[in-house]
Each structure stands twice: as structure tokens, then as C-alpha cells.
């Protein structure tokens, strides 16, 4: 008998006896009943406690807004896809800017080295956020890769406000996640981190160590 | 073969007193736990609102219930969807045949190294050693893990497997082993970690990595993390092997939500870990980067035979937080090692007994006041201190139990005192006599009374028992209402 | 969580379950509950036959012995009055711990009766009678340990110090970590001696730092340990039981 037949016949000829499934009530993970500028509060304070960086913007001036943050930081090799509209109107405004574009959209493997070591920041769009805890979710795709928001000291992430949900059960439920998940998805909260040495922070451990938001309005 | 890996500093539960006398002993490793766990404690008060906490736990007691009770069926479920989505799952009995079978995964793509995200069920197999034995490199990844791995230790916590070293220790551990210059500036050191883990990132062959929580609803596997390394684990080697136990899966996506918030804010009173890491499926002909391959091992180690009784059944329900640990006042005085199991503090004495029998463990199950605090803060609510008293039944058992090892702690002498104890609180006034031998004897009792007069005075038994006061009592009572 | 309890009104009789430990090492804490309960216009009955709960064997594994101790005081609380009981351990025993030992006896029924109508002392003092105190000590500042059992297993870890607070002359301090076990945990303190001897090493450090002159506890156990630690080290902080404390300074 194989091993899966093993365990499952055990767990299914449980001593005593089978179990009844109780019923979960998730009132407890939504409505919280806040109202836009509640959200938005809850956004900006959850995540800047986590050493993220939130910057408001017009919708209109967001370039603007990104090339600032490019200047500020002297940023000067920025890595984005090309297809998704935040990456195609980066592309349009940084044109003429003292920034070198690094296309994110070909196989990793032909950039690895570029993109572990010369890399100074990675741009990416994002589903949405999430109010309560401060949280962006993104969903990779052959345009904006996985390690876009991994693997470059800085992580810049475009974010519209009206994007934001009150609580991640309520983004999971409202975007139907269960009906067709990517390969990856991911939650981010902040800049990557440690508390591992004597639980004092450090960040950008082996992700960024700068999470910036453009909050788009 | 051996389990341990040569050169590696090992405890073992057997050794339970001696480790912690050791333990209470050092200054350093006392101050250590008591500071970490004071502030993980304070962290988690502030991270839950009163009006939430408890509607919470009780989600997520209700969770984990839910998958448990249709276990196989949500295990076949998650195997299919998994297997759908182009992840390929294998079973595996014990720690033993886990380890083949991720060694034999390896070794089909002729790896040679590979670099390790958390996983504490990998810690449980002694993956490290197996696979180190058959001549592949395993490098952990999570700062914590490496510090404890270039130390030649094992974790001391679950979550903070470094918390038994302070920062000048671990100065040593990263001069010492990584040849960088010394230093205590915490920035420094990390920073040097992550351009030595970098360069192995992209040299390993292969990632293995723990598993939080397995969807059977859509053939997610979801990793919890601040510094990213499993997201790296995850992505950057063309192989990613997740490892897990079989109790891990929940039924839906949405199951996730609540256990994500009860377990971040539990363990060190995050809101939100950096990163909650969703998987579902390797890399598409069109991506650009994640593995090539992905594997789930589905490990049962024992945990089929906790499943089939409904009292040790809630050891399951664990999403490994640590909590339990946090808060415990054995734990924070003796720290992670002195436990001697891969899993300390209150859940690894209600869970190693069933891994390693109670031979092994039995003074684990006493290795508590029942104080009750484990349980007063377990997300899941594990009723932690009654799973204690059950397996303290088991061990001084007459051997009928459910547990490995069931009454290897049973001495006839300590029966036959809990017999005469038994006959004597049955028999009121042989009980009453007693008491009043004992009071007329009490200034002749022995002064000291074994260990317990080591550190306390010891108490004598009153001239006169309650029994009597309140005999004499009704009298005089009653003598005042009759004049 | 404790379930929230619903609190009869004041009755005019109650029984004591004195427990082991007072009856043999502290009784003038159990006659000093029955004071205060008297005191309440409250008669008090204490049936002889009472010997032990049965705590002890059951947290030490012996589950048939403590079951058939159990059993043995199941009979002695016939009337339906209210079992007061001046130790959260013993009482959280009757209370949470005899419905799980007797379940799917013939004894369950009456198992859980008898659970139902179980109150800790400082419970019933101040949700029951409603206690009012006046105060007749000096002035004393004053630390409470509530036991774990009290606090945890019966919810109970605010009516000992609102027992204190009611006193007008006793500062009441708290010390570090209040919350933390004190390290007896009946068989613990001799299983594991030295982890025990560590934790109230701890315990009567945080009493003495927080500067209080003496402490009080509901729990016989708590009692002897951080008492017995305090003294061996010649500490001038005293402990007493709080039924004990309570009639010294409002009662004679």
C-alpha cells in the first residue's frame, strides 16, 4: 500500500469516530464600517509603522510624483514592466530623465546578475490595498515578475485609493481570489525585515529596505 | 545513520533537568529569555482590540475544527487542485521517508545545494543532516536559522530561533564564521548576511521551504514571512520543494484571512507579517521567473495517530505561533534548548510525546505549573494545560493510552502512595485523625522537606485543623446564642 | 473564556468546602471565611466528612484515584445552597474540572450540579454579598497575588484586589508581572524544584520591589511558596490568606 493510502485510510478509520464540522461566522473579519478618509488614515498609519513610505498624488501628476522620489533617492537604473498602463506611463514620463529603464518583461534568467546587483529600484502596480493592516497585494504577472518587488533595495508601488478595502478577508471576497489565483500572490506590508538579532529591526534583509507608495487620489 | 549532525551542539528531553539547571544558571541566556519574551508579550497585548480578540480566536478555533474534521477528504482535494495547478504532491509516512523522498527529488535534478526557508516540520525530520549526508549542502536561509546554523545549534523558538543569543554573541557567531570584521551594529550585520545569502540564492539548485497554510479549495500553499528569504526560496531556484505536515490544510482560501491575522499578531504583534506568500503552481510558459518545478510533501510523522483521538486531536489545530512559549514562565526561564525537542515550551510537551514517545519526553508533561497561560493566549484555543494533564495520565498509566510509550513513567511505589492517599481522603475520619497526628506532631515534622527547603521555608501543619476550629467555633457560637 | 456567570442573591446559608491545605496548614483562613460569611448574616455549613478535592492525583496522571475522592464529596453538598470555597485552584477543581472527570458516569448529573453552585471566596464576597468593608488596621501598603487558577481557570482576577481597594487604610500595590505564575503548581514545585524555585525567586523579588509591607493571596498554595520563599530569605514581607487578612482588619 502506498503511503498516501496508508495515512488516508488511518484519518478515515479514526478510532473514535468521524467528526462534525462546525460552522465558522466571519462577521468578525469585515464590516468595520469605515468611512474613505477612515480607510485612508488606517492605510497611511499601518503601513508608514512598518517603515513604508506613502506619497499622495493627483492621479493626473503621478510621474511627476514618481520622478521625485527617483530624484530624492538618486535613483538612476529603475526596473518596470512595459505592457501594464503604470509601467507604460513611467516609461512615457521618465523618457527623457537621467534614469536608466531596465525592462523587468524577459526571462530573469537573461538579467539575473543586472537585476541582484545593479538594480536600484523596482516599480510595480498593485491590485489594491488593505486599510486594516497596512497591506498592498500584488499579482505578478510576465509583465511586473516576481522579484520586481523582491529583489531591488527599493520597492516603488503604485496604489489608487480607491483600491482600498477595509480588511483582507473583504479584498479576498470582493476580488473573488478563490475563483482564479495566479501562480503567485502576494500580501506586502512594509519593507522587508528582521527582528532575528535580539529583536532590534533591521530592514532589507533579503528584500528592500525602502517600500515607497504612490498613493494615487 | 545518525539523526544529529556532527559538530552540533544537542539536547535531548531525557536530559530535561540537567539542560535547565544549566539554563537557570546562565546569567546571559536568563536575561536573554525573560527580556525577549517580556517584549514579545507587551507586543501581542497591544496588537489585539478587546471587542476582536476573543471573536477572533474563537474563528479560528472553528477554522482549523472545520479542516480537522474532514481531514482526508481535504487532503485528497488539495492534492488534486495542487496537482491541477502543476504541483506535484508526495506522501510520506515518517521524517525517514520525507527525507528520502526530498533527497531522491535532489538528487533527480543532480542538486548539490540548496538553500532552506523556515520550516520547522524539516527541523522535526532532520532534514538538514540527512541530506548533508548524502552529500548536498542545506542553508538556511532566515537570518535567525543561519545565525543558529553558523553556531552549530538548533532553534531555541519556533519563530526566533536566534532569541537564546544576544547581540555580542552573535558579533562572534558572524565574525568567527563569515570572516566580516567585528561588529555589534546590528544594520551591519544584517547587511553583510544579505549579501552572503544573495550569492547562494543564485548558486542553489534546489528551495525547500515550510508550509503555513495548505488550501485544498484552490491548491494554495501560503508562507508567512518579514525578510523576503522565502519569497527567494520560493523564486529564484529552478527547483521549490514545500514541506509540510498533513494538519496543515484548510478548507477555503477565505480560512486564511482570520489564521494569517491570529497568527502574526500572536507571534510578535505584527498587524501584518512583510510578506504573506501565496503559491499556487510553478512558473507558466509565459513568466518570466519561480521554479520550474513545484513539490508539496505531505508528511504524516504521527500525527495520523494524535488524529484519532477527539481529546489529543486539538494538539492539530496548531498554526505554530509561539505564543504559547511567549508566555510561559517554565519556557522564559529555561529557555528553547533545555526542552531538547524541535519544538519547545507548552506546544512541544504536548506535541513531542507523540513524536518521540513519552519514554523519551515524560518530563516534558510536568514541566509545567498549569498555570494556565498557554491556553489563555493560544489563537487556536488548545486547551494546553488539560492536553498536560492527559499526557501526564498517559505516562503514570497502566499502559491502555493512545500515546507512544503510554505509562513508561509508572513506579509502584508512587501508585501505591496515590492509592493510600486515595483510601485515606475516602475514609473522613481515619482523614480527620491523620490531621490531628499531623498537628500534634507539627513541631516534631522535619524542617526541611526535600528540594522545596532548598529556596522556602517549609510548613509545619496547624495545632489544630479547620475541622476542629470550627468544631470549637460552633461551640462557643452556640453557647453565646444560648445565654 | 469563563462563561459570564448570573449571581443569585444573597442566600441564607451556604456550605464551605475548607480544602486540604487550609484544613491542615492555614484553618484559621478557612474559620476566618466562616467569620465573614457570619458576619454577612450567612450560616454556614461545614460538612465533617469533607476531605480533599481530589486536585492533586488528578493533575499528577491519577485520574481513578482523584475520581473516587471526587466522588466521595459529591454526597456531602445534599441542599441546593451555594458551595463557597476559599481557593481558586480547589474551586476552579469543582467547577470546571469534576464535570470533565465524572462525564459519562452516573455520576455526571450531579457532577455538574454541584459545578454550578461552586463560588470562590473572594467571588462570592463580592458578587454575592456584596461586602462592605470598614477598615480598622494601619495604614499598610499591600500587594495580591491572584492565583493562576483564580485568575484564568474562574475569570476571577479582579475580586480580590476590589476586595483590597474597599479598604481604607491599605494601599494596594501591583507588582511586576501580576499576572505571572508564582511557581507552585502543587506537584511542580517538587517534579521540577529548581524551575519552581526560580519562579518564586521571582515572585517575591517583584512583591518586595513593588514596596509593599506584606502580601495577600486567596490560595494556600500561593501562600506557602511565596511565603516559605520570603521567609527563608528573612524577608520582613509577611503573606496571609485574604478571608484571614480581610477579618483581622474589619472584623474583631
Request: aromatic share 6%; with cysteine; proline share 6%.
Amino acid at each position: 500500500m502506498s503511503a498516501r493510502e496508508t495515512i488516508l485510510g488511518r484519518l478515515r478509520q479514526r478510532l473514535d469516530g468521524p467528526l462534525t464540522p462546525p460552522v465558522s461566522d466571519f462577521a468578525v473579519m469585515g464590516g468595520r464600517g469605515w468611512s474613505r478618509e477612515e480607510r485612508l488614515r488606517r492605510f497611511e498609519a499601518w503601513i508608514t509603522s512598518v517603515h513604508g513610505e506613502v506619497i499622495h498624488t493627483p492621479r493626473a501628476d503621478w510621474t511627476q510624483a514618481l520622478a521625485r522620489v527617483l530624484a530624492d533617492k538618486g535613483i538612476r537604473r529603475l526596473a518596470l514592466g512595459r505592457a501594464h498602463p503604470v509601467a507604460a506611463e513611467a516609461r512615457a514620463a521618465l523618457a527623457e530623465a537621467e534614469v536608466t529603464l531596465v525592462d523587468a518583461d524577459r526571462p530573469v534568467d537573461a538579467w539575473r546578475e543586472e537585476l541582484f546587483f545593479q538594480t536600484e529600484a523596482g516599480l510595480t502596480s498593485t491590485g489594491g490595498g488593505v486599510a486594516e493592516t497596512g497591506s498592498l497585494w500584488l499579482w505578478p504577472t510576465p509583465d511586473e515578475p516576481r522579484l520586481l518587488s523582491l529583489v531591488p533595495p527599493i520597492h516603488i508601488a503604485v496604489l489608487d485609493a480607491e483600491a482600498i478595502e477595509d480588511t483582507l478577508f473583504e479584498a479576498m471576497e470582493r476580488h473573488d481570489w478563490a475563483e482564479g489565483l495566479p501562480t503567485n500572490a502576494l500580501l506586502i506590508s512594509g519593507p522587508s525585515k528582521t527582528a532575528d538579532i535580539e529583536q532590534t529591526l533591521a530592514y532589507g534583509v533579503h528584500g528592500p529596505r525602502e517600500l515607497v507608495v504612490l498613493l494615487r487620489h | 545513520m545518525s539523526l544529529e549532525t556532527p559538530g552540533v551542539q544537542t539536547f535531548r528531553p531525557q536530559a530535561f533537568h540537567r539542560q535547565a539547571h544549566d539554563a537557570l544558571g546562565n546569567p546571559q541566556i536568563r536575561a536573554n529569555f525573560r527580556g525577549a519574551m517580556d517584549g514579545l508579550m507587551g507586543k501581542r497585548r497591544e496588537a489585539f482590540a478587546d471587542w476582536e480578540l476573543e471573536r477572533l480566536r474563537e474563528l479560528g478555533a472553528s477554522v482549523r475544527l472545520r479542516a480537522l474534521a474532514q481531514l482526508p477528504t481535504l487532503l485528497e482535494r488539495l492534492e488534486a487542485n495542487c496537482q491541477a495547478n502543476g504541483i506535484r504532491v508526495h506522501w510520506a509516512e515518517d521524517g525517514e521517508a520525507a527525507c528520502r523522498l526530498i533527497r531522491e527529488l535532489c538528487e533527480a535534478r543532480g542538486a548539490k545545494a540548496v538553500i532552506k526557508g523556515k520550516s520547522m516540520v524539516t527541523e522535526e525530520m532532520h532534514l538538514n543532516a540527512h541530506l548533508e549526508a548524502a552529500g548536498i549542502e542545506a542553508l538556511e536561509s532566515d537570518l535567525g536559522e543561519y545565525l543558529v546554523q553558523l553556531n552549530d545549534q538548533t532553534p531555541s523558538h519556533i519563530i526566533m530561533p536566534a532569541i537564546h543569543l544576544n547581540t555580542d554573541e552573535i558579533a562572534d557567531v558572524m565574525h568567527d564564521k563569515t570572516g566580516i570584521p567585528r561588529t555589534r551594529d546590528v544594520d551591519a550585520m544584517t547587511a553583510a548576511a544579505r549579501a552572503q545569502l544573495r550569492e547562494r540564492f543564485m548558486a542553489a539548485d534546489v528551495g525547500i521551504t515550510g508550509v503555513n497554510f495548505a488550501v485544498a479549495e484552490t491548491g494554495t500553499l501560503c508562507l508567512v514571512e518579514n525578510e523576503g528569504n522565502g519569497r527567494m526560496t520560493t523564486t529564484v531556484p529552478p527547483v521549490h520543494i514545500a514541506v509540510t505536515g498533513i494538519e496543515k490544510v484548510v478548507e477555503q482560501l477565505r480560512d486564511v484571512a482570520p489564521l494569517y491575522a491570529l497568527l502574526t499578531r500572536s507571534a510578535t504583534g505584527q498587524h501584518a507579517t512583510t510578506y504573506l506568500n501565496m503559491i499556487s503552481g510553478p512558473r507558466k510558459s509565459d513568466e518570466q521567473d519561480g521554479p520550474e518545478e513545484v513539490h508539496l510533501v505531505l508528511v504524516d510523522n504521527g500525527r495520523s495517530a494524535i488524529y484519532q483521538d477527539d481529546e489529543l486531536l486539538d494538539t492539530l489545530r496548531c498554526i505554530r505561533c509561539g505564543a504559547c512559549m511567549n508566555h510561559c514562565p517554565v519556557y522564559t526561564r529555561v529557555g528553547g534548548h533545555s526542552y531538547g525537542t524541535t519544538y519547545p515550551g507548552p506546544i512541544g510537551s504536548i506535541l513531542m510525546p507523540h513524536l518521540m514517545g513519552l519514554e523519551a519526553t515524560k518530563d516534558l508533561p510536568t514541566a509545567s505549573s498549569l498555570c494556565g497561560a498557554c491556553g489563555e493566549v493560544c489563537p487556536v484555543k488548545i486547551p494546553i494545560p488539560d492536553l498536560l494533564t492527559r499526557l501526564r495520565r498517559e505516562a503514570v498509566g497502566e499502559g491502555r493510552g493512545n500515546v507512544p510509550g503510554a505509562g513508561s513513567k509508572r513506579t509502584r511505589t508512587e501508585a501505591a502512595a496515590w492509592k493510600a492517599w486515595q483510601w485515606l481522603a475516602t475514609h473522613p475520619a481515619a482523614w480527620r485523625g491523620a490531621a490531628g497526628v499531623a498537628g500534634r506532631l507539627g513541631s516534631l515534622t522535619p524542617s526541611r522537606l526535600g528540594p522545596w527547603s532548598d529556596h522556602r521555608v517549609a510548613p509545619k501543619p496547624a495545632r489544630h485543623s479547620l475541622h476542629a476550629l470550627i468544631k470549637r467555633h460552633r461551640s462557643t457560637t452556640d453557647e453565646e446564642g444560648q445565654s | 473564556m469563563t462563561p459570564i456567570k448570573c449571581y443569585p442573591p444573597k442566600p441564607p446559608r451556604v456550605y464551605l468546602f475548607g480544602t486540604c491545605l487550609v484544613d491542615l496548614f492555614f484553618p484559621e483562613a478557612g474559620l476566618d471565611a466562616v467569620r465573614l460569611l457570619e458576619r454577612e448574616g450567612i450560616a454556614v455549613d461545614f460538612p465533617e466528612d469533607q476531605t480533599c478535592c481530589g486536585q492533586p492525583a488528578y493533575t499528577s496522571g491519577y485520574q481513578d484515584e482523584a475520581r473516587a475522592v471526587a466522588a466521595a464529596q459529591l454526597d456531602l453538598f445534599p441542599e441546593p445552597w451555594p458551595i463557597v470555597v476559599p481557593s481558586g485552584s480547589c474551586g476552579g477543581m469543582l467547577r470546571h474540572h469534576y464535570p470533565k472527570l465524572f462525564a459519562g458516569t452516573p455520576l455526571e448529573a450531579k457532577a455538574n450540579e454541584l459545578a454550578g453552585r461552586v463560588f470562590e471566596l473572594t467571588e462570592f464576597l463580592v458578587h454575592v454579598c456584596h461586602l462592605e468593608l470598614e477598615d480598622r488596621g494601619a495604614p499598610e501598603t499591600v500587594a495580591m497575588h491572584t492565583s493562576c487558577s483564580a485568575r484564568r481557570e474562574m475569570g476571577l482576577a479582579e475580586t480580590g484586589p476590589a476586595l483590597l481597594a474597599r479598604l481604607g487604610r491599605v494601599t494596594l500595590v501591583e507588582q511586576e508581572r501580576a499576572a505571572e505564575c508564582c511557581g507552585f503548581g502543587g506537584t511542580f514545585a517538587v517534579r521540577h524544584p529548581e524551575v519552581s524555585a526560580a519562579m518564586v525567586e521571582d515572585k517575591s523579588r517583584a512583591i518586595e520591589a513593588a514596596g509593599a509591607e506584606r502580601f495577600v493571596t486567596s490560595d494556600c498554595g500561593c501562600l506557602m511558596n511565596i511565603a516559605g520563599r520570603l521567609a527563608h530569605r528573612d524577608s520582613s514581607v509577611e503573606g496571609e490568606h485574604i478571608a484571614s487578612y480581610l477579618w483581622r482588619r474589619v472584623g474583631k
